[in-house]
């Protein structure tokens, strides 16, 4: 597969996982609130999204920027296609069964099922959490044992997901989540998510900009995989998209 491709997937993974601007605070005592009464987090809301986003994919080896295509069905599909100095690299179709990548280059294609990326990364996946991860909304739903701590001007949302420990730093003025923070324990896997650059989409505000860092270990040793992604577009509606997918049959599946 392309490497700009391959990586591409390795970062599609990574929003599995999760969901430049730096969150600061002040040296206050926290207090405890109550979730459910008190802290009302501005997600986005569609029936169609549509965006053009340029994308830095960044290893310990190399640095590689495509362009994306962006399509989204509320929890249904997410459609991709990927070009690299004009000319189409290749695809990708996410929907509730697997994520299918396409190599236009090298003529082949990968088929990946939830519960081979849940056993790689050691965590559970499924089509809501690559969803809301990407639109930058909660990835897991407020439970009675979370807890939120206020600092300053953030809220501090707490959850624990096995033995995922996740937690959601959300703006207190505009109730927008910047940054998420994820940490494995038996792996110590690390995986960090900054939103920024807020602009409004329909009624409401939605992340332009973002970055991914995520830390995993490997056989070769501790991995370092970076995703920064800048949107010159973005758009949400009822008008029904088209999905146009389709793998030709010389293509071989790897």
Not at 53 to 76: C, F, P, Q, T
Not at 138 to 147: A, F, T, W
Not at 191 to 213: A, C, M, R, W
Request: glycine letters at 4%; aromatic letters at 10%; charged letters at 25%.
């Amino acid at each position: 597969m392309n490497k700009s491709l391959r990586f591409l997937l390795i970062g599609l993974s990574i929003l599995t996982m999760a969901c430049s601007k730096k969150i600061t605070t002040t040296a206050t005592t926290p207090t405890i609130t109550p979730s459910r009464p008190t802290l009302a987090i501005e997600e986005i809301d569609f029936e169609y999204f549509q965006g053009k986003a340029r994308m830095v994919l960044r290893d310990a080896k190399k640095e590689r920027e495509v362009k994306a295509n962006i399509r989204v069905r509320k929890d249904s599909v997410i459609w991709m296609t990927f070009s690299v100095i004009g000319v189409q690299g290749g695809k990708a179709l996410i929907n509730k069964d697997s994520i299918t990548v396409v190599s236009n280059v090298d003529k082949e294609y990968y088929v990946f099922e939830y519960a081979e990326l849940s056993k790689r990364y050691n965590f559970p996946i499924d089509y809501n959490v690559i969803q809301d991860a990407l639109l930058g909304n909660l990835i897991h739903d407020k439970k009675e044992e979370d807890s939120i701590i206020q600092e300053s001007s953030v809220f501090v949302l707490k959850q624990q997901s096995g033995t995922v420990s996740v937690a959601n730093f959300i703006n207190a003025a505009s109730m927008k989540i910047e940054k998420v923070e994820m940490k494995e324990s038996n792996t110590s896997n690390s995986l960090t998510i900054n939103y920024s650059n807020f602009q409004p989409v329909g009624e409401k505000v939605f992340p332009y900009n973002g970055t991914i860092n995520l830390f995993y270990k490997a056989v070769s040793g501790l991995l370092n995989t970076t995703i920064i992604f800048e949107y010159n577009k973005a758009e949400v509606g009822d008008k029904e998209l088209k999905f146009p997918f389709n793998i030709p049959k010389r293509y071989e599946r790897r």
